[in-house]
């Protein structure tokens, strides 16, 4: 059987994603043209009684993109579950493992990689404290090294 692997991200939630940074993109490119209008009207004399504040409805539509696309790139990110949307902390660890296996994933890594993290019987994982004078593994809790004696 071919099981996917947690750590990846959907294509429907990468593809959310892309769509919200696009949003964000457009909206803050609206929500700036109204001050470059502004800044190019003024030297017409004119300006605020030509365009009765017509052309703030591009700011304020601007704005709105802002934060639909902020939710919707929250919402590829993270899944339904991770951003808070729909509340279930099981799914929500599943649609977070890509962020929290990344974040703690090398961590982890470099812990295996100088032998200071070793999995258990039961598969979870138990850290070590290397003993200063001889080098030996000893429990994570552990006051004397098991090997020579010597406090930790």
């Given at each position: 059987m071919d099981r996917k692997d947690p750590r990846e991200i959907s294509s429907k939630r990468k593809s959310l994603y892309y769509i919200g940074t696009g949003m964000i993109i457009i909206g803050v490119v609206l929500f700036?043209?109204?001050?470059?209008s502004m800044f190019m009207g003024m030297s017409n004399d004119s300006f605020f009684m030509d365009t009765g504040f017509g052309f703030m409805r591009r700011g304020?539509?601007?704005?709105?993109?802002?934060?639909?696309?902020g939710f919707?790139?929250?919402?590829?990110a993270r899944g339904a579950f991770g951003s808070g949307l729909i509340l279930d902390p099981d799914r929500a660890r599943e649609d977070l493992n890509p962020y929290s296996s990344a974040a703690g994933g090398m961590l982890n890594d470099a812990?295996?990689?100088v032998g200071l993290l070793k999995?258990?019987?039961?598969?979870?994982?138990e850290i070590r404290i290397r003993c200063q004078s001889c080098r030996e593994l000893n429990e994570?809790?552990?006051?004397?090294c098991k090997s020579c004696g010597k406090e930790i």
């Open positions: 700036f043209s109204v001050f470059f304020f539509f601007g704005f709105i993109m802002i934060g639909a696309g919707i790139r929250n919402l590829g812990l295996k990689e999995k258990t019987d039961g598969g979870k994982s994570e809790d552990a006051r004397f």
